[in-house]
């Protein structure tokens, strides 16, 4: 399975921030905020990932996270030269996908709870169909809404309802078979003028092939892309890590947990980072059986 990771958009909500910077490339505490979908993917098994941004901020993407290899990983680019919707991702990615099951990811999401690398591989490993996730909030009308029937399965989806027919939101995480870019290049544009997301899974949907699995208690999702909740992902990630001593969404930890570097890869990793607080981490990861 390859992945894709969705970093365009102009970010409005983020303005004057993102002026200049796209809002994935902006901090969460101590990385920048692509760090974490693309350690999600990493998690859920997926070492191909395309990146898709907007023209202006491809160089300073490819500056960051380069080709992937130090990460055990193979990264290659695409632009979106205009926010045309989530769906076109899909459309982008069609000869990067070569006919094969994929895993999109929009890069402003971040996930976290225990077991979730497992249940990431499990979900990646179906392959027919597609598979999304159900999460419960208290303000579904601005996001994909999913509504359940008394068996667990999906009954309806909605783009952003007045209202909402139920309160589990979809996730910024999808996982789709091959048929996946035919569906979305045969979207018409949604009346905002975009090939809107909810529309590939409506497809599904109604061929009785989409597959919702929810995120409990214990999983963590934060769609970062407003002030306010750019500020409370930080103080999350920053509760955590100061509290449990462990890091969330460091690419070099994941790789190395993975197996897909070794230890002085690691350190080598780490050694341009010796005189701040996630170098030492990682540095220290090295003494840690």
Request: no cysteine.
């Amino acid at each position: 399975m390859k992945g894709i990771l969705l970093a365009g958009g102009e970010g409005t909500r983020l303005h004057p921030m993102t002026r200049v910077v796209s809002k994935q490339l902006l901090p969460v505490y101590d990385k920048p905020l692509v760090y974490y979908p693309l350690t999600t993917l990493m998690l859920a098994g997926v070492r191909d990932i395309l990146i898709i941004t907007r023209p202006r901020d491809a160089a300073a993407f490819a500056a960051l996270l380069g080709d992937g290899s130090a990460w055990g990983l193979s990264l290659t680019y695409a632009v979106q030269p205009a926010p045309r919707g989530i769906a076109e991702a899909l459309v982008l990615g069609r000869t990067f996908l070569a006919g094969g099951p994929s895993a999109l990811v929009l890069g402003d999401n971040l996930f976290f709870g225990a077991g979730l690398g497992r249940n990431l591989g499990l979900v990646a490993a179906r392959n027919p169909g597609a598979t999304v996730f159900a999460y419960p909030v208290r303000d579904p009308s601005r996001y994909g809404v999913i509504a359940l029937d008394a068996a667990g399965r999906p009954a309806s989806l909605e783009e952003k309802p007045a209202q909402p027919r139920s309160s589990l939101a979809i996730p910024g995480l999808y996982f789709y078979d091959a048929q996946a870019p035919d569906l979305a290049a045969a979207l018409a544009p949604s009346p905002r003028g975009e090939l809107e997301i909810s529309d590939v899974n409506r497809a599904y949907l109604d061929r009785g092939r989409l597959v919702v699995v929810p995120l409990g208690r214990g999983a963590t999702w934060l769609d970062v892309g407003t002030p306010e909740a750019l500020a409370q992902a930080s103080a999350y990630v920053q509760t955590l890590q100061e509290r449990q001593g462990l890091m969330i969404g460091s690419p070099e930890e994941v790789a190395y947990r993975l197996g897909l570097i070794d230890a002085e890869a690691l350190a080598r990793l780490a050694a341009p980072l010796a005189h701040n607080a996630y170098g030492r981490y990682l540095r220290d990861l090295l003494a840690t059986p």
